[in-house]
C-alpha cells in the first residue's frame, strides 16, 4: 500500500524565516497531493492542492511544489510567524483510498 | 452557517458496548469520509461514502461499521468487536471525492 513520510516529526524555526517541509511517497503515482493544517485537539483545514502537472502552487505566504520523478512534494511558509505553529499533513489519493501522513509539528518562535 | 458537525465531542463507553457517531453537514457534498487519528499519528481512513446508500472499506474498517441513508447524515458505529477503539475521530466532507476535504470539530472516544 501507499506510504508518504513527512521529513521531521517536529520542526523549530525563527520567526520571520522560510519553513520548509518534506513529504515522500512511494508505491504510487498520485495524480494530485493535499497539504492541512491542523491545530491541537482539531479537524485538520485544508490549504493547497496540487496536481501532478503542476510543478508550484502559491497561495499567500504558502507555496508548493510537486516532483514526480522524486516522489516529493515540499511544502514552503515564508516570513513565517507564531501563529503558524501546528501540525502539518500531507495527503494523497490512491486510487483507492485517501492516505494522510503522519505530520511535522512546526514550531516559529518568536 | 454551513458546515460539518460532530457530537459529542467527549465519549465515553464500557469495554463491550457498541457506540454510534455522529456527523451531520450542509455543504451540499457527495462524499463522506471517517478518519481515526491516535496520537502522534496521522489520519486513518475507516469508511467513505461517494453517494447516498453506498460506501467503501478504508485501510481500518473491522469493526467499525456505517450507514449513508442520507446525503447530510453519516453516522459511525463503533461495535464491540473493535479491540482498540480509544481515540479522536474526525468525519470530513467534500463535494466529490478528489476535492478538498472539510473536517469537523472530531469526537475523542475513550473506552473505560
Known amino acids: 500500500s501507499q506510504k508518504i513520510e513527512q521529513n521531521s516529526e517536529a520542526l523549530n524555526i525563527q520567526e520571520g524565516k522560510t519553513a520548509t517541509l518534506t513529504c515522500n511517497y512511494t508505491?504510487?503515482?498520485?495524480?494530485?497531493l493535499q497539504w492541512y493544517r491542523q491545530d491541537p485537539g482539531r479537524g485538520p483545514v485544508f490549504l493547497l492542492l496540487?496536481?501532478?502537472?503542476?510543478k508550484e502552487k502559491r497561495k499567500e505566504r504558502l507555496k508548493v511544489t510537486f516532483d514526480t520523478t522524486l516522489k516529493q512534494s515540499l511544502f514552503h511558509i515564508t516570513a513565517s510567524q507564531p501563529a503558524d505553529s501546528a501540525t502539518y499533513l500531507c495527503?494523497?489519493?490512491?486510487?483507492?483510498?485517501?492516505?494522510f501522513g503522519p505530520g511535522t509539528r512546526l514550531s516559529v518562535l518568536p | 452557517d454551513g458546515g460539518i458537525t460532530q457530537s459529542p465531542k467527549y465519549l465515553f463507553r464500557k469495554e463491550g458496548q457498541n457506540v454510534t457517531l455522529s456527523c451531520e453537514q450542509n455543504?451540499?457534498?457527495?462524499?463522506m469520509y471517517w478518519y481515526r487519528q491516535d496520537p502522534g499519528q496521522g489520519l486513518r481512513l475507516i469508511y467513505y461514502?461517494?453517494?447516498?446508500?453506498?460506501?467503501q472499506k478504508g485501510d481500518i474498517a473491522e469493526g467499525y461499521s456505517v450507514s449513508r441513508e442520507k446525503k447530510e447524515s453519516f453516522p459511525l458505529t463503533v461495535t464491540s468487536a473493535q479491540k482498540n477503539p480509544t481515540a479522536f475521530y474526525l468525519c470530513?466532507?467534500?463535494?466529490?471525492?478528489?476535492?478538498?476535504?472539510?473536517f469537523g470539530p472530531g469526537t475523542r472516544l475513550t473506552v473505560l
Open positions: 470530513a466532507s467534500s463535494i466529490l471525492r478528489n476535492n478538498e476535504q472539510f
Open positions: 508505491n504510487y503515482s498520485p495524480a494530485y
Open positions: 496540487i496536481r501532478e502537472n503542476e
Open positions: 495527503a494523497l489519493d490512491d486510487g483507492q483510498n485517501f492516505v
Open positions: 455543504l451540499n457534498h457527495d462524499a
Open positions: 461514502s461517494q453517494i447516498v446508500n453506498d460506501f
